[in-house]
């Protein structure tokens, strides 16, 4: 990267915290278990028309007076918003860029079309209120959303380790690094706003990251469930290490739980495990499957 570039980089993420900005986007960035909440708000601020110029998505939800996102909330006036809402209101209970709270926090939690009263539960800690559009997302963690429009900005993006890889190192965004994130988190939203590209690049993250010694606790997260090519390539990596000790060793437990009715995709799992065994020592018997598209296509399995 030349020097200017770094500079150009430096001076969007700059943007970021409050120069050059139309919007604010309000956004969770904690997870409270003890309280069943998502936490602790953060604003981002972002410039309008260079998010329009690099996303559908953006260019639609800009371009209307009332949001065409059920997830997005206009903040009116100069209220704050809320300091918590359900995590069965959020959507991804899993999130991994929604950081840990302590379990002594305590949080007033939202239910239901409780969230949208937004002149109620005004924040007693001050935030940084600016007069342009506000917008409190409801779905996605404040580093996926920041990291999504970093990339809108400059085109790159950093993903950080899975939770379930061992050994990994915690990484953290500042002005003078990009700001990481998930990429199961990114997958989700890139699939919601139908950014195919993006859909790809954390995919391709998602399995580098899968090895013998995470690959079915992988297989037992929301994001398999939801995502039929999530699955099918955790399925292909299982079957890659199936021989491996980790896998020998914790393949019994994901047996059980599939027996137990713990996985609401336990039984896609098997099957396609058992079209691979055939495939591999019984190709005559096996009869062509259909063929499956090769972009990640917004697919996402209702009601899991």
């Known amino acids: 990267m030349s020097r200017n570039q770094a500079q150009i980089n430096f001076l969007l993420r700059k943007s970021l915290s409050g120069d050059l900005i139309d919007t604010q986007y309000y956004l969770f960035s904690?997870?409270?278990k003890c309280e069943g909440a998502a936490t602790k708000p953060q604003a981002l601020f972002a410039n309008d028309e260079a998010l329009a110029a690099s996303s559908e998505y953006f260019s639609s939800l800009l371009s209307e007076k009332s949001l065409n996102d059920p997830a997005l909330v206009e903040l009116q006036d100069y209220h704050a918003c809320e300091e918590a809402i359900s995590l069965n209101d959020y959507g991804y209970a899993s999130d991994s860029d929604l950081d840990e709270e302590g379990e002594g926090a305590s949080a007033t939690v939202l239910q239901?079309?409780?969230k949208l009263e937004l002149e109620a539960n005004v924040l007693k800690r001050s935030q940084?209120?600016?007069p342009t559009r506000r917008i409190l997302v409801t779905d996605t963690a404040f580093k996926t959303w920041q990291a999504l429009l970093y990339y809108l900005y400059t085109g790159e993006i950093v993903f950080a380790p899975l939770r379930s890889?061992?050994?990994?190192?915690?990484t953290s965004g500042s002005l003078d690094t990009l700001p990481p994130c998930s990429p199961k988190s990114m997958y989700r939203l890139a699939c919601k706003i139908k950014h195919a590209?993006?859909?790809d690049k954390s995919f391709v993250a998602i399995r580098s990251s899968l090895t013998?010694?995470?690959v079915i606790q992988e297989l037992s997260s929301s994001p398999a469930s939801r995502f039929p090519h999530i699955l099918e390539m955790e399925v292909e990596s299982l079957f890659e290490h199936v021989t491996t000790p980790a896998v020998k060793k914790d393949y019994p437990t994901l047996i059980k739980r599939i027996a137990g009715a713990d996985l609401p995709h336990g039984a896609d799992v098997l099957i396609q495990l058992h079209?691979?065994?055939l495939n591999q020592h019984y190709p005559r018997t096996v009869s062509p499957s259909p063929s499956t598209p090769s972009s990640h296509a917004y697919v996402l399995v209702r009601g899991r």
């Not at 890889?165 to 915690?170: D, E, G, L």
């Open 128 to 130: 940084r209120i600016i």
């Open 165 to 170: 890889q061992p050994n990994r190192t915690a």
């Open 275 to 277: 079209e691979k065994m």
């Open 30 to 32: 904690a997870r409270s």
């Open 212 to 214: 013998e010694h995470n």
């Open 197 to 199: 590209e993006l859909q």
């Open 112 to 114: 239901g079309n409780e």
